[in-house]
């Protein structure tokens, strides 16, 4: 079973509020579908099926391996690297 290697990466748990939307689509007029978080930096960046794919371009780009699911009623993570999602447990 695969599993995330990167949990001390992990820094920035809770969601902002408000969300605006994605922080480089709102830059360019540019729209999404789903939103996502950095649990490393926290930057509110568009998921794979949006257009720009900006939470994962922020991933790879600066190395910040985690993002978790900025949508409400969500609460999976992502680990870009190892491709698997988990939850992380509040507290």
Same mark, same amino acid.
């Given at each position: 079973m695969a599993a995330c290697t990167h949990f001390d990466s992990i820094r920035v748990t809770t969601l902002p509020a408000p969300i605006a939307g994605c922080a480089e689509c709102l830059k360019i007029g540019s729209g999404w579908v789903h939103l996502r978080m950095c649990m490393t930096c926290g930057e509110i960046g568009c998921c794979d099926s949006s257009p720009n !794919?900006? /939470? $994962?371009?922020? /991933?790879?780009?600066? @190395?910040? +391996?985690? /993002? !978790? $699911? /900025? *949508? +409400? @009623? *969500?609460?999976? $993570?992502?680990c870009y690297i190892d491709d698997v999602a988990f939850v992380v447990a509040p507290g």
């Open positions: !794919r900006h /939470a $994962s371009r922020h /991933a790879a780009a600066v @190395g910040h +391996p985690i /993002a !978790r $699911s /900025a *949508e +409400p @009623g *969500e609460d999976w $993570s992502w």
